[in-house]
């Protein structure tokens, strides 16, 4: 598996110039038949790599594609990282692994067959557009410790994307990240073990860097990514910077609770002062949005006061 990875990806090199590269060049360059480079594009594109052939020609890549660069990814990182061309799921890899992990530890993959969203929405994962990132944290006093860390994840992730140069940025109760106001990131926080001692987390993040055409066809809501940035971010250097930025805001929020983070979601807020509607089953709660409270509950300020809302089957609309 790892060999027919390794050819998959110097055919992806090859072919990340944006110019025709024939199938005969290619073979001539990798060392191996025309039929096995057939084989190795056919592959790429049931993985969701989208790449052009004309008769003549040969093939292109339809757009960019950012790869991991696994050797500097692990030399800088403190903690143990776990990377793979493909896997089910980045989340699974680390529930399933939990008891060997410490704090801090990550899986990434360039391609995920099973990534789910929240309520278990498939999340659309061709091969090396995105960015599908897990981290396991421990949280010694159990889960009701854990209030609130989906809006810490969501600053951190903000924070990030900031410190990269990308701008129009915000936050949408609970954990999702837009940009110019459509959706380019989603957390999917899993957790293990006991209400009132050791619990295990993992937090999946799925964060959109060069969508295609016929992948964002299969996303039924409106969509942003990366692609549009004056300079787009290596992915590399995301994944270093968020896992330590993720790092450094778990290790606050463990200590300090969520009251540090509530002005730095307020300023990514997109509802922030804004009239909006809560889903709950079949009621429909109106009101203004006023943040987030001690214990990530979103407050809004309706006709009966200032009430706060929890829970996860709640749907946030804004009222235009």
């Known amino acids: 598996m790892a060999e027919q990875w390794s050819r998959k990806r110097e055919i992806i090199s090859e072919l990340a110039t944006g110019k025709f590269v024939s199938g005969e060049t290619l073979a001539a360059t990798l060392g191996v038949s025309r039929t096995a480079v057939s084989n190795h594009i056919a592959g790429l594109e049931e993985y969701g790599v989208d790449i052009y052939s004309v008769k003549g020609k040969g093939y292109r890549l339809n757009g960019p594609i950012s790869l991991v660069d696994e050797t500097k990814l692990k030399s800088q990182m403190s903690n143990r990282c776990f990377y793979f061309d493909e896997i089910p799921s980045t989340n699974a890899f680390i529930l399933k692994h939990a008891e060997e992990l410490i704090s801090g530890d990550i899986c990434v993959a360039e391609y995920q067959s099973a990534g789910r969203g929240r309520r278990g929405r498939v999340w659309v994962s061709p091969y090396g557009c995105h960015l599908y990132f897990s981290m396991y944290w421990q949280f010694p006093q159990g889960m009701a410790q854990a209030m609130g860390l989906s809006l810490v994840v969501a600053c951190s992730i903000v924070s990030v994307l900031e410190k990269l140069g990308v ?26 073990g006991q209400a009132d001692s050791e619990c295990n987390l993992v937090i999946g993040i799925g964060l959109n860097m060069v969508m295609g055409e016929q992948h964002a066809a299969q996303i039924d809501q409106p969509w942003s990514d990366l692609s549009g940035q004056a300079r787009m971010p290596d992915k590399t250097a995301l994944l270093i910077l968020l896992q330590k930025q993720l790092h450094q805001d778990l290790s606050l929020f463990q200590n ?53 809302y929890i829970g996860g089957e709640i749907s946030l609309r804004r009222i235009d």
């Open 256 to 308: 300090s609770g969520l009251t540090p983070f509530q002005e730095r979601w307020r300023a990514a807020d997109l509802f922030q002062g804004k009239p909006v509607k809560l889903l709950m089953g079949q009621d429909e709660i109106h009101g203004v949005c006023r943040g987030v409270d001690e214990q990530g509950a979103i407050v809004l300020e309706t006709d009966s006061g200032s009430q706060s």
């Open 167 to 192: 701008k129009d940025v915000g936050v949408k109760w609970p954990n999702d990240i837009y940009l110019d106001n459509k959706k380019l990131a989603g957390v999917l926080i899993e957790m293990s």
